[in-house]
């Protein structure tokens, strides 16, 4: 319970700090790269990679990112990313060598969460993908304040 009360005040104190980063800003490239950032340094000890993928016609195309190199490509449907894409909701994925279709971008990865960035028409637009070296590291807390973000992140780039 200590642990997630901490973790629910980190998530507190990030998603003030998303809220003020978008404050004035609508260039798309600008404020992924700065909420990455934010993401990556509130949760160094526990997010491995923390990066987006955009929808570009037929496939998920690489967004800003902090952590080692990324695919570049995901296809719909393909992985985690291309999973939570199809199906429109959060996928978390608490061991990735037991996720059927896993693409490997860095063997250190060992637990996922992808959540779905909707537009205002509903589609996915994006995903916020978030890679941890821990089995099993993310969960509820995780999901309920992750899908706040990208809320915030569809509204103010009008997505």
């Known amino acids: 319970m200590i642990m997630t009360d901490r973790m629910e005040e980190k998530y507190k ?88 279709g896993h693409i490997a971008c860095s063997s250190r990865s060992r637990s996922e969460i992808v959540v779905p960035i909707h537009g205002g028409d509903g589609s996915v637009k994006g995903v916020i993908d978030i890679d941890s070296t821990d089995l099993d590291a993310f969960g509820k807390v995780d999901r309920m304040y992750l899908e706040q973000i990208a809320v ?6 009008n997505l």
Not at 55 to 62: K, M, R, S, T
Not at 152 to 157: A, E, I, K, M, V
């Open 13 to 100: 104190l990030l998603v003030a700090q998303v809220v003020a980063l978008l404050e004035g800003e609508t260039h798309v490239m600008a404020v992924l790269s700065n909420v990455s950032a934010a993401l990556h340094d509130a949760f160094l000890e526990r997010f491995f990679w923390v990066g987006f993928y955009m929808v570009h016609g037929e496939e998920l195309l690489l967004g800003p990112f902090q952590g080692p190199v990324a695919c570049y490509h995901i296809g719909y449907g393909k992985g985690v990313c291309g999973l939570a894409w199809q199906r429109g909701e959060t996928v978390i994925v608490p061991d990735v060598e037991q996720f059927p």
């Open 152 to 157: 915030l992140l569809s509204r103010q780039l």
